[in-house]
């Protein structure tokens, strides 16, 4: 006769345990929610950045939107030589007032150096939402673009 050893889990760990596998899902799955922003939020994309002589990549745009519960940020990242390369310049904290605002960020790229010409630019206006006491991402806008980088 064979006795095969059985996992006994207790009523209490499996409710534990299908608990925090049904948050952690929550929570991966609420930043692909659509996005509650108002029709007339937009964020855009200037068709020239600049090159510092040490570096520094200035990218600039602009930005609407109408409404927040929490803080809002204007990110943008910059690729060149391949599109799944993608440097991350600076961040600028948003007004939610309406009107329309410029936004400047610059930043150093960290793996690699970008030279003048051609890139691709992509800009999102993004709230730090606060759901359930944990701050999500709300997705206001976001823009692509090809641009020109040149030194400065």
């Not at 996992?7 to 929610?33: C, D, I, K």
């Not at 922003?37 to 994309?45: E, H, L």
Request: glycine share 10%.
């Amino acid at each position: 006769m064979s006795v095969r050893p059985q996992l006994v889990r207790p009523p209490l760990l499996r409710s534990a345990l299908a608990t925090a596998v049904g948050a952690a899902l929550f929570l991966l799955a609420a930043p692909a929610l659509p996005a509650s922003a108002g029709t007339s939020d937009a964020v855009t994309v200037g068709p020239v950045g600049r090159i510092a002589e040490d570096g520094t990549v200035t990218l600039s745009g602009t930005y609407r939107c109408t409404d927040s519960t929490g803080p809002v940020f204007v990110s943008s990242s910059v690729s060149q030589s391949s599109p799944l390369v993608r440097q991350s310049i600076g961040g600028t904290r948003a007004v939610c007032d309406g009107v329309e605002h410029s936004w400047v960020n610059t930043g150093r790229p960290g793996s690699e150096d970008l030279e003048p010409g051609q890139a691709h630019v992509e800009a999102t206006l993004m709230e730090l939402s606060p759901v359930g006491g944990l701050p999500l991402p709300r997705f206001h806008a976001a823009a692509q673009q090809d641009i020109t980088l040149t030194k400065s």
